[in-house]
């Protein structure tokens, strides 16, 4: 079985607990919402403003979208997490188009979106398949699109544990950590500042931010960190 195989069945493993136990996220990440609030609450029509969340989950994010108005889309290449998506969109009678997609290889067309979203999702991935995301996000942006994204750092604590599967990604199937944020994932990839200075040199302008917390317990350190991360096309 390849990697990709392995990751999704995972997700599609914690997406079908979720759903059956109704413990899952239903609330939309406090950046996404600055991110949008700043950049878009002021258009003119925002049912004109075309949105893609990449890794849509449990639908949390589409749904604060829907209920601000955009036009929104949601992909995750786990069935699982689009079922729920669809379902506890229904509840709150949002719609958007939710399709089961990779997002290493996307099926819209070029220059559709006004905005690209990632909450954690494109971390979940190798090296060498965040390079083909990034090539489907700068595909299907248009020129002036942007792409805000939240990404693990590698300054984390956890950062280096796990087994190595390229240099800035591991398999944490068996990993314990203190905080146990990314533990059982198979794929989570720590973005480091000059990959993301690469990646963002493809677009017209790009911002990075760079957001460390500091957990201690007594003896114990654990330094959560994560991108804030801004292109434009
Ligand atoms: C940690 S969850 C985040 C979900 C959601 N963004 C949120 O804010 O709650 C990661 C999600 O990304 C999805 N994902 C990871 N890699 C993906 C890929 N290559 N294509 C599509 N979905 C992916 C997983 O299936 C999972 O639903």
């Known amino acids: 079985m390849s990697l990709g195989q392995i990751n999704r069945e995972k997700w599609d493993k914690i997406f079908m607990i979720s759903r059956q136990s109704g413990k899952y996220n239903k609330y939309p990440a406090e950046h996404i919402v600055v991110f949008m609030a700043k950049n878009y609450y002021k ?4 049912d004109k403003i075309r949105v893609l969340e990449i890794g849509c989950g449990s639908g949390c994010n589409l749904r604060y979208l829907c209920e601000e108005g ?39 067309e070029d220059n559709f979106f006004n905005v690209c979203l990632d909450n954690n999702s494109i971390h979940c991935n190798t090296s060498h398949d965040i390079g083909s995301i990034f090539n489907e996000i700068l595909r299907v942006l248009k020129p002036g699109g942007k792409f805000f994204g939240i990404m693990a750092s590698d300054e984390c604590d956890e950062f ?10 591991f398999d944490f199937s068996q990993v314990k950590t203190f ?55």
Do not use: M
Request: proline share 4%; glycine share 6%; charged share 25%.
């Open 43 to 46: 258009a003119p029509s925002r």
């Open 70 to 108: 955009f036009k929104v889309y949601g992909i995750d290449h786990s069935i699982e997490a689009t079922e729920l998506s669809v379902e506890y969109l229904k509840n709150s009678d949002c719609t958007a188009e939710i399709s089961v997609q990779c997002a290493t290889s996307l099926s819209y």
């Open 160 to 169: 280096g544990k796990g087994k190595k599967i390229d240099p800035l990604t």
């Open 179 to 233: 905080r146990g944020q990314f533990d059982g994932f198979p794929i989570i990839h720590f973005f480091s500042k000059k990959e993301l200075e690469e990646l963002g040199s493809r677009f017209s302008y790009y911002q990075l931010e760079h957001n460390l917390y500091t957990l201690e317990t007594g003896s114990n350190r654990s330094p959560l960190c994560y991108w804030f991360v801004e292109f434009v096309k």
